[in-house]
């Protein structure tokens, strides 16, 4: 009888604790995977992988909606907005003739180096970093002179 009702309690507290087990949690596998995807898709926004699972694999994360086909942002809060460049950043327009005997990319970039430190004696930089991840001054200089 004793072990009856011992056995009846264990089960019972089994079914309470699978009962409290958060059933929309992802697994470590599924929200690693999920981080990948979202990683690949470029629309972590800066997130870090403790941040991502926090907010996106937890009991206690939102549901978010299904990315639309046409990968708009309304349907992918993940996916940051479109950066902007600051109006006062000044950047080259064509690439200096005195680089034209050097690879097109060695050539942008002595380009957009030139105008860089031009820009910091007069603040016409916007603000904006040579080298940053995301996109800094060097990232959109480059982009412009490549048409």
Not at 63 to 82: E, I, R, W
Request: aromatic share 8%; hydrophobic share 35%; net charge positive.
């Amino acid at each position: 009888m004793l072990v009856r009702i011992t056995f009846g309690a264990v089960l019972f507290g089994l079914a309470l604790g699978a009962a409290g087990a958060p059933a929309q949690a992802l697994t470590a596998k599924e929200c690693s995977a999920k981080y990948k995807e979202a990683q690949t898709a470029g629309s972590l926004g800066g997130m870090k992988w403790n941040d991502f699972r926090k907010t996106q694999c937890s009991a206690d994360a939102t549901v978010q909606p299904a990315a639309s086909p046409g990968g708009s942002t309304a349907a992918n809060p993940l996916k940051p907005a479109a950066a902007s460049t600051p109006a006062a950043a000044v950047f080259p327009t064509t690439v200096s003739g005195k680089y034209a005997s050097e690879k097109p990319g060695t050539a942008r970039m002595h380009t957009c180096r030139d105008q860089y430190q031009a820009n910091k004696a007069s603040g016409a930089n916007g603000g904006l970093p040579w080298i940053k991840k995301g996109g800094g001054y060097y990232s959109e200089c480059n982009k412009r002179l490549k048409g």
